[in-house]
Structure formats: structure tokens, C-alpha cells
């Protein structure tokens, strides 16, 4: 795997930044551990961990199905990892903020 343009990766972390900022998350990028994650943050625990590359309405379809308790319906084959209350109330946030 090589290293992205940096300016592909401002452009495409603008975007997800954005969008859960305004859900009241902060976003981090995770290089560390030889995959390229986004890190959603609440609270500073760490909420889900998403792999970079994946369009934000990808994101988006897959986790309001998720919230319905249904398999992803996107085009994109990805790694999510998160569990428990927080990672809940972050599928219904997205869910109930399914604009772009």
C-alpha cells in the first residue's frame, strides 16, 4: 500500500471531519498501526475506527442500516470496528443526519 497524495487525503478527511464534527464528534487519522483509519472521538474515548478511502455517503448508507440493526447496502467493502452504547449513538446521530 503507498502513501496517499496529501492533498487527496485533506480533501477526503475534510469531508468526514465535517460531517462529524457537526454530530459532535472530533475525527482523527490513525496511521500508527499500518492501516489508514479515521478515529471518531467523543468525549476523548474512542468511538470507531473507519477505513479511509471510503466516500462519506458510502459511510453514511451503511451506518443508518447498521442503526436499523441490517447489513450494509454501499458499494464499498470496508473495515469498521466500534461496539457498545457510544458506537450506538453514533449509528442514530447518523441516521438522523442522513444529509451530506
Same mark, same amino acid.
Given at each position: 500500500?503507498?502513501?496517499? @497524495? ?12 465535517? /460531517?462529524?464534527?457537526?454530530?459532535? /464528534? ?26 479511509? %478511502?471510503? @466516500?462519506? =455517503? ?8 447498521? $442503526?436499523?440493526?441490517?447489513? %450494509?447496502? =454501499?458499494? =464499498?467493502? /470496508?473495515?469498521?470496528?466500534? $461496539?457498545? @452504547? ?8 447518523? /441516521? ?5
Amino acid at each position: 500500500m503507498g502513501i496517499w @497524495p496529501a492533498e487527496a487525503l485533506t480533501e477526503k478527511g475534510g469531508e468526514v471531519n465535517d /460531517y462529524f464534527e457537526k454530530l459532535g /464528534y472530533q475525527v482523527t487519522w490513525d496511521f500508527r498501526s499500518g492501516e489508514r483509519w479515521w478515529e471518531i472521538i467523543k468525549d476523548d474515548d474512542l468511538v470507531a475506527q473507519i477505513d479511509m %478511502g471510503v @466516500p462519506l =455517503s458510502d459511510i453514511v448508507e451503511d451506518f443508518c442500516c447498521f $442503526h436499523l440493526g441490517k447489513s %450494509g447496502t =454501499s458499494k =464499498s467493502d /470496508y473495515k469498521v470496528n466500534g $461496539h457498545g @452504547p457510544q458506537f450506538d449513538e453514533m449509528l442514530k446521530r447518523v /441516521y438522523e443526519n442522513q444529509q451530506i
